[in-house]
């Protein structure tokens, strides 16, 4: 009888142990996940200030492209007004449409181009998109680390008593897939 409890006690001790090496487990890779988002976040951000700049010293130039600013600003204030983490992706995909749309007219003005204020601010904005790119990647990395452990076993037998739930990783929007259209009248 002695020896049955001895087992009982044991077997009872090591599922205990392996619950709460799952549970820790799952709370390190969502947090993982949260901090990814939020460097993407402070990234999205800082594209987010140059914009009005860039729109600004575009306008300078190419005063009757109206339509294109207004998709640019339409779409920043989209990303400002985003709450969750999933709005903002699908609103910053739209964002990243509306500037190739800006960076597209850009190429029409050659005086525009050969401006060292827009020059700069299009470096700037090309290095934030670097940085966004690989934000991207790292948050994609910790969804999928996360997403494998709470659907593979033994995590999915524990993920759902203790409320771990898929999380969406970042995509490309179908837009993406294609060059934006630009004319000049």
């Known amino acids: 009888m002695e020896i049955a409890l001895i087992v ?68 920043r204030s989209a990303v400002m007004n985003a709450g969750t983490p999933e709005e903002k992706m699908a609103a910053d995909n739209i964002l990243s ?9 850009s190429e029409a003005y050659p005086q ?12 700037e904005l090309a290095g934030t998109e670097d940085k966004i790119s690989y934000m991207r990647q790292s948050f994609n990395d910790c ?11 033994p995590g999915v037998l524990v993920a759902g008593m203790f409320g771990f739930t898929e999380r969406q990783a970042f995509s490309a929007d179908e837009g993406a897939k294609t060059a934006p259209k630009v004319s000049f009248k």
């Open 8 to 75: 009982i006690v044991a077997v009872i001790l090591i599922v205990a142990i392996a619950l709460i090496f799952l549970y820790n487990n799952f709370v390190q890779l969502r947090n993982r996940i949260d901090n990814a988002w939020a460097q993407v976040d402070v990234q999205l951000q800082r594209r987010l200030d140059l914009i009005p700049n860039l729109v600004e010293t575009v306008k300078g130039y190419a005063a009757h492209e109206s339509g294109t600013f207004e998709a640019v600003t339409k779409a």
């Open 97 to 105: 449409g509306t500037l190739k749309s800006l960076f597209a007219v």
């Open 112 to 123: 525009l181009k050969a401006d060292a204020n827009f020059r700069e601010l299009q470096a």
């Open 143 to 153: 969804v999928l680390m996360y997403n494998n452990a709470i659907q593979t076993f």
